[in-house]
């Protein structure tokens, strides 16, 4: 477009071309360092059971504070590191400093055996032939049960994915892991994907989470999501609930579980624990009757 616009617009369009590729450079470099001095964090978001409020689990989410421009979001650092290649060493730092605080948590009483943590990785973490083994190994040495663990993937990953990657899923099933389509509802609409990969649940975008109760079309899209989830024997959480109708309106299509800033947004560890600590083990212990979890 730059060209069409005269050489002055050409001009500044390589301008700010310039500070946009100094600015991830710098990011990149910044990043790196931030792995290697240990400036990144976990935060943890309960998962909950719409109907109780009680958290099933919670979501793992990485956290980087820098120390000049303070908190930056995963929506900009993790798209730098995936092109830096730094994404499996990230990957790996959070999944093992997640599984870690899970091991830490069961052997305190923090939360109930069946407490689950959800970790997001990377197409590239899943091209990796030894991920199963190295997951493998990691439960073992924290005492994470693999019902406990569950792997959020994009749904890219399963269309786009190689045999590799293909093989992975399925060994990371065979352990007994629980992997989720991240983000449901956002890629494709071809949904062969669901019948080809072991996966056993998915996650509702927030994008159709916000209109429920308000915008028709939201509630129906959310209502046939679960419809063919539940066929297909796969779980449900949506995601981003923030108010009690878009509760509500979940609740009556049938979804079972939810996330969102309705009940609380990611905290670190600690104050995770504090929080949540009374109501986890407070709670029922339900199982997940309405999951059609194998
Ligand atoms: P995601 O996996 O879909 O995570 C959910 C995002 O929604 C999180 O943003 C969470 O803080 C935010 N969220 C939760 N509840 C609400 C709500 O009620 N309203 C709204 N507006 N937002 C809500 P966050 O932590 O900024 O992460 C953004 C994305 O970055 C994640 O989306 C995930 O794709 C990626 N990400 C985060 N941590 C990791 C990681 O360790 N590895 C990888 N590969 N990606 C990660
Ligand atoms: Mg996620
Ligand atoms: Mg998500
Ligand atoms: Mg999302």
Known sequence: RAKDEGPGRSIIFDTSMHTQVRERIELEVA?????AKEQLHVAYQ????????????????????????????PMTFISIAEDAGLINAIGTWVRK???????????EGTVHDDFYLSIN?????????????????????????????????TESVMVDGSSVTSRVLFEL?????????????????????????????????????????????DDEIVRAVVAMSH????????????????????????????????????????????RWRDVVMGGPAVPEILENQS
Not at 54 to 73: D, Q
Request: aromatic residues 8%.
């Open 31 to 35: 990043l790196r360092q931030a792995l």
């Open 46 to 73: 309960p998962l909950v059971r719409l109907e109780t409020g009680i958290p099933v689990g919670a979501e793992a989410l990485v956290r980087w504070m820098h120390p000049e421009r303070g908190p930056i979001p």
């Open 97 to 107: 400093e997640a599984l870690r605080q899970l091991g830490v948590w069961r052997s």
């Open 121 to 153: 990785v990377s197409p590239r973490q899943l091209s990796d032939p030894e991920l199963p083994l190295i997951v493998s190994g990691e439960m073992v040495r924290y005492g994470v049960p693999p019902h406990c663990v569950a792997l959020e993937m």
């Open 173 to 217: 099933r065979e352990l007994g892991v629980r992997l989720l389509v991240d983000d449901f509802g956002t890629g494709f609409s071809a949904l062969g994907y669901l019948r080809k990969f072991p996966v056993t649940g998915v996650k509702i975008d927030r994008s159709f989470v916000t209109g429920l109760g308000v915008n028709h079309e």
């Open 231 to 274: 066929a297909l024997g796969l779980s449900v959480i949506a995601e981003g609930v923030e108010t009690p109708l878009q509760r509500e309106a979940l609740y009556a299509v049938g979804v079972v579980n939810g996330q969102g800033w309705l009940w609380g947004a990611a905290v670190p560890a600690d104050e995770f624990a504090q």
